[in-house]
């Protein structure tokens, strides 16, 4: 092997104790920015060799300086990951007489007072792991956070797409604020299409930095990824299908809620084929159970939601089979990146569309991947309740901070944007409470989170604003505030989910459910519903399979009569000439936007209209508004949703409740959706 810029002993044991003939490129090219001290950003397929990539420059940059000490914060997205690579970071630690701890909820107190009494090196964590260690008295913050010199943040992206990220980014700049200098941040994601953009927000406050490096995976594959579309038209037959398929095969089957992946492994169970199933509302110790018994196995399937859809290593794998479609390409990306790990194999994925709408979806998430195109990952914006958050957590931190510099702990950070208005409110309310210019902690914050040791005050955050939807004790599946039925209106409107019509009984923003009761459907009432949130682009992209497009990739023999199908029940709603607007009916005049949940919900608030109800692919506009008032609408508007939807926002208790409910309307717009869906040109149905 080659130098690679290594210390002598990592370098060794990379040959004698790993036996790679070489690095990886990614590897090799990040070796010089990463011993730099730089801001950097790692990009590489699943299975890259990105943790190796970050650790070992930074391992022997610990080496050369002689770091002392917990000096490095590894911080991933799930426990699960964190117990999956510890022994692989031990090792590496154990080459150099270093050490690595782990520490996350799951961790007992004892092994917790073993670390802080003797220090790893290396801290492998959540964010919210690092927030309890800020706020509890049993840790020395300065002894045990302030020789912290780099983070590694693993699945960058999952971080950056999710509140998640806004709290890891305020967190950071606290510790930073202990330690008393720059940390170097070294993000790794496997799919971004945006990673400088990233990068940029991953570095938090601007303050003493330079501009992010970013490194990629430059190697393409020498074999193209073995993409088959089929249609097989029910649950019942995918399960047919899947247990006469590559039999003697280990198999990866992703579903998209918890209800299809228990449906599906029963199917499975029933035809003798040896199944796990792993989704999140499972246990920790049952999921834990069946990853290890489908790493040991051969033929074998599991069916997992997307909590197996991250890093998690589950040994190796032949086939990934997707049922109907993945929400977005940067998810089939990731799930794809599980194949062809072996020598001689090739990545693959079978997709299995169980209905045509699924059948649309997939063709349209492979149409936009054969393209090249990849999402772009954006923080939600304006995480005003976070701010509100932070300000309460670091005064559980110091006990009290001052009340006219508080915003030295976090720089620039665009969290803390409206933070003055915030804490304003928070002085306002008694959340926090003024004595010789320190705030601390008020009543009104030990009423709303003060039980547990302010333990909700800690808790994981509410990623998207999506809920369960329940009937008796069965899951039916997900959907965005957006679509539910105007609370005067839910007697009467059913919420369509899974091709049946449902009353909602009751919403539970508490625990993010709503409850329903199954009703027959009016004739009226036949159109998709499209309740879980897609994106524009994805909207646009089964707009022009039903015109026409298809993706270029392998079909069954059963995909092309089915596409011929799909386009005959569905061509009065779409165009060539442009966006078809439909007869005054039923509750008003339908236009097949193809413009995604938000860019709707965006343009109907645009018209003075509530965002109740609202799907993926139409809006129905009441009578009184016509085609001329969605291109006159004005783009800027927030859409406007039930206000008990607010309380479905972390700590909007701790916000003024028009900023609580301007904060919940921006993070469900799209308005550059909905300006391209306003500049549209409009068709008039042929019929009209």
Known sequence: MASTGFDAAIEYHIVNSLGWPSLRPLQAASVEPVRSGTDCVLVAPTAGGKTEAALFPLLSEMVEGNWTGTTILYVTPLRALLNNIHSRVTAYCSWLGRTAGLWHGDIGQSERRRMLADRPDILLTTPESIEAMLVSRRVDHERFLGSVRAV??????????SDRGWHLLAVLERVE????????????????????????????????????????ERSSPTVNPEITLDYVGSMD?????????????????????????EELAFLLRERDVQTFVSHSSLSVDERRQSELAFAEAKDTVIVATSTLELGIDIGDLDRVIQIDAPRTVSSFLQRLGRTGRRLGTSRNTLFLATSLDGLLDAAAVL???????????????????????????????????????????????????DGAEVLAYLREQEFLVEDSGSLMIGPRAEKEFGKRHFMDLLSTFVADLELRVVAGIKEIGFVSPLALPARPDREQRPLILAGRGWLVQHVDWERFTVWVEEIPTKGDVKWPSGAVTQSFELCQAKREVL????????????????????????????DNNGLVLHPPGT?????????????????LAGVGIDANGVENESVLLPEGISADDVKAADLDAVPRVDEEAVSGLKFSVALPPDLAARTVGERLADLRGAAETAQARIVRYRAW
Request: glycine share 8%; net charge positive; proline share 5%.
């Open 587 to 603: 509750g008003g005049t339908r236009l097949w936007t193809w413009a995604g949940l938000k860019a709707n919900a965006t343009v």
């Open 367 to 417: 149409l936009l991947w054969k393209r090249g195109f990849v999402e772009k990952v954006v923080a939600p914006p304006h995480p005003r309740h976070l701010a509100a958050q932070q300000l309460l957590a670091l005064a559980l931190q110091e006990g009290s901070f001052g009340a006219s510099d508080w915003s030295r702990w976090w720089g620039d950070l665009p969290l803390m944007a």
């Open 177 to 216: 604020r202990i330690a008393r200098h720059k940390i170097q941040r070294v993000g790794l994601s496997a799919t971004i299409g945006n990673p400088e953009a990233v990068g940029t927000w991953m570095q938090g406050s601007t303050e003493g930095r330079n501009p992010v490096t970013v490194v990629r």
């Open 547 to 574: 015109l026409g497009e298809e993706p270029n990739v392998e079909l069954s023999k059963r995909v092309p009569a089915a596409l011929k199908q799909l386009r005959e029940e569905r061509a009065t709603e779409v």
């Open 237 to 261: 037959n995918a399960a047919t299908v899947i247990s006469r398929l590559h039999r003697g095969d280990k198999r990866l089957v992703f579903a998209e809620s918890r209800r299809s992946a």
């Open 152 to 161: 590694v943040v693993d699945e960058l992206h999952a971080f950056a797409g």
